[in-house]
């Protein structure tokens, strides 16, 4: 029989970013929870809404299997008695494990018995398990509700939980689990049965819920697709992942609306537009059959009903919204643009960049000594550009616009660039300088932008670090906090470098920023704070190349000073990787891995002296490293040569002879091969298979 357990949480409105979280972790507790117990089950699916969680387990098996197990007693002189026969401590035993004395055995001088030991139910498993595993899920904000101690992120109304078709005995916050769920909130039918738990997808569409999210999300762009084909416009969800994802968790029962603004609003950039629409009102932006965007946008609303005058209601509604909130932006755009961005500079110095660490003024005039710094590196002479674009950087912050809608950051310093009469390129740059703003989007397209990029992300990351030595180090940026985004600066300063082959030595240009900061600020730099950056830093580097190398090979590397020439490293780091990918890498490591052992604490002194050398073993490994070329990430697999030798001197020579000078003179051939070994990495951290 295909036996399912449908569980169930109707809960108050959820905050939309917890849900897919909620789901995760649901199919994480209750998976773990049936392999721990030993049940197994064909496949887990959630399910979920703005108000309720719901996880669907099929092919569930019903019982655990019964064991037997081998249970050891007591030892035989005390389970035994003077004529052989079973003692009470035995007799004891049997009775406690609930066998027939006759089934003891002896074994390794104990008394054993075979007990059977009888599985239980998935329904007492599930029934003892589920207020346990709800009260697991974890999310921000978390709080008690009513009288109960317990935290959860909204008040639970209801619960199903239902194994095939019985009700399970659950209670949390004082609800007891049924076999029947609440529809949408504007509902025809309000309570729903739930007579079979694979049909509740379906039987919840009786009630005006799509509780499956895949399909609600296919739902809602089939709708808006359609209702945008219907006023002759488009609808472009690639740039929408984020708003289609919201719009997906705060809707059980999505129907498109179409509304309109005033076509003066579109005399503003459409980024502001699009923003306000997408952003901050969760509306789908319509365009033009010729790319220009529409007066008119789609709102999903989440609701359940026919009537015109309700429809009406909604439009009106959103359209009252919408026109409010484009009138602030075209008031503050029309305010922004009667100066030139340059203008705009001085306001910086009354807005605080860091605490202890000046205004954005500060931080911009940073900004362009770093960009000059980095063009000394790369030897470009022409810099006038490159410097407009690090002055006017962040004027666009001191903008009313960016005040009130501060994702506009850089596009908007882009449009009032250009209307100032600045070049293309610098305009460009003060777009992309915050480039990338996400793990995976695009970077800087050209070497303003770049440059000015790397610049601000530098002088952003050491000015964390410097403000937060010492005591302070608390504050560094964690897993789970990062306020000023100091990952993803490093991410960005990386990612540039490597893609567009920059020879930029980040070495220099990190100390030479801690010298900025630190004789501006008069701040005592501790002498780990750079080693601190570095390592952070290299942290990052392996989280980029963590599904792309072995973790062996970028921890070979760590040492050999990766950011003095990120292109280097990254060839050194793959030709590392093949090699220890390589069919005979593992028995190559091994030795390799015996010289640094033996050297390690054992640093000789002098020259080699052949005289002293007493076994041919010796004599040819002598003649191979002499032979030998200089081994680099380049011609990695030269070091093969020295594995035989090797292996013969190791299986033929005592290293450590009882003649001081000779066993000195093998310890120095050993370092000078080691030394060989260490200019292309770190072996040590290289384990074989």
């Known amino acids: 029989m295909d036996n399912n357990f449908l569980l169930e949480i109707l809960v108050q409105e959820l905050p939309y970013q917890f849900i897919p979280s909620a789901e995760k972790q649901l199919a994480d507790i209750f998976g773990k929870l049936l392999s721990d117990n030993k049940l197994n089950f064909q496949n887990i699916k959630t399910y979920a809404t703005p108000r309720r969680l719901a996880i669907l387990i099929e092919g569930l098996q019903l019982n655990q299997d019964d064991i037997v197990k081998d249970v050891k007693g007591p030892i035989l002189n005390i389970a035994l008695d003077e004529k052989g026969n079973f003692s009470q401590a035995a007799l004891g035993f049997a009775k406690k494990n609930g066998i027939d004395p006759k089934c003891l055995y002896k074994k390794d001088n104990y008394i054993w018995a075979k007990v059977e030991q009888k599985g239980k139910t998935a329904k007492e498993i599930l029934e003892e398990n589920i207020a346990p595993s709800i009260m697991k899920l974890q999310g921000a904000h978390f709080m008690r509700w009513g009288y109960f101690e317990a935290k959860f992120s909204r008040p639970i109304e209801n619960i199903v939980a239902l194994l095939n078709n019985e009700v399970l005995d659950v209670e949390i916050f004082n609800k007891k689990a049924t076999n029947k769920t609440k529809g949408h909130r504007f509902a025809k039918i309000q309570e729903v049965e739930i007579t079979d738990s694979k049909k509740y997808v379906e039987i919840l569409k ?24 219907d006023v002759h416009c488009e609808i472009d969800f690639s740039k929408l992942d984020d708003l289609l994802d919201e719009v997906t968790y705060i809707t059980e029962f999505p129907v498109p609306v179409v509304c309109e603004f005033k076509k003066e609003y579109l005399q503003i950039p459409d980024i502001v537009t699009v923003t306000v629409m997408s952003k901050h009102q969760r509306y789908f932006p319509l365009y033009e059959k010729t790319g220009k965007l529409s007066n008119k946008f789609i709102t999903m609303a989440n609701f359940v009903g026919t009537d015109e005058e309700s429809f009406e209601n909604i439009k009106k509604g959103n359209q009252r919204v919408i026109s409010a909130r484009l009138e602030d932006g075209k008031f503050f755009y029309d305010e922004d643009i009667k100066t030139a961005l340059i203008d705009k500079l001085p306001a910086l110095s009354g807005m605080t960049f860091q605490r202890g660490l000046g205004t954005l003024l500060n931080k911009t005039e940073r900004i362009e000594k770093l960009s000059s710094f980095i063009l000394d590196e790369m030897n470009i002479t022409d810099k006038k550009d490159v410097l407009r674009a690090a002055k006017l950087s962040k004027a666009d912050l001191s903008t009313k616009l960016v005040f009130e809608f501060t994702e506009l950051q850089g596009f908007i310093g882009e449009n009032y660039a250009l209307k100032s009469g600045e070049k293309e390129n610098v305009a460009l740059a003060i777009k992309e300088h915050y480039f990338p ?44 906090n990062d306020p000023l985004a100091v990952r993803r600066a490093i991410i960005g ?19 030479y920023s801690i010298e900025l900061i630190s004789k501006e600020f008069n701040i005592q730099v501790d002498d780990v704070t750079f080693n601190e950056i570095l390592s952070f830093m290299y942290g990052r580097l392996n989280v980029l190349y963590e599904k792309t190398f072995n973790y062996d090979a970028l921890l070979a590397t760590e040492a050999m000073n990766p950011f003095k020439n990120l ?47 007493t076994t041919k073993e010796e004599q040819d490994l002598y003649s191979e490293i002499l032979n030998s070329p200089k081994i680099t990430y380049q011609n990695i697999n030269e070091i093969e040569r020295f594995i035989e030798p090797l292996n013969l001197f190791f299986d033929n020579v005592l290293v450590m002879d009882k003649d001081e000078k000779i066993k000195n003179n093998r310890l120095n051939l050993l370092n000078l091969l080691a030394e060989k070994f260490n200019s292309v990495c770190d072996f040590s951290k290289i384990t074989t298979k």
């Not at 990351?461 to 608390?474: E, H, M, P």
């Not at 300063?493 to 100390?511: A, G, P, S, Y």
């Not at 780091?573 to 390589?582: D, G, K, L, P, T």
């Open 567 to 613: 292109s280097e490293w990254l060839e050194r780091v793959e030709a590392i990787n093949n090699f220890i990918n390589s069919k005979t890498s593992n028995k190559i490591f091994e030795t390799i891995n015996r010289v640094l052992k033996i050297t390690s604490g054992n640093k000789a002194e002098g020259e080699i002296d052949k005289a002293l050398f």
């Open 206 to 229: 009786t009630a005006n819920v799509y509780a499956d999210p895949i399909e609600r999300k296919q739902l809602i762009i089939d709708l808006a697709v359609k209702k945008a084909n």
């Open 493 to 511: 300063v990386l990612k540039t470098i490597i893609t567009f082959n920059l020879k930029i030595d980040l070495e220099k240009l990190i100390q």
């Open 437 to 480: 703003l996400s793990a995976n989007s695009e970077l800087p397209s050209k070497i303003e932008g770049q440059v000015v990029s790397i610049a601000d992300k530098i002088d952003t990351i050491v000015a964390v670090f410097l403000s937060t030595q010492g005591d302070k180090k608390k504050k560094r940026p964690t897993g789970s």
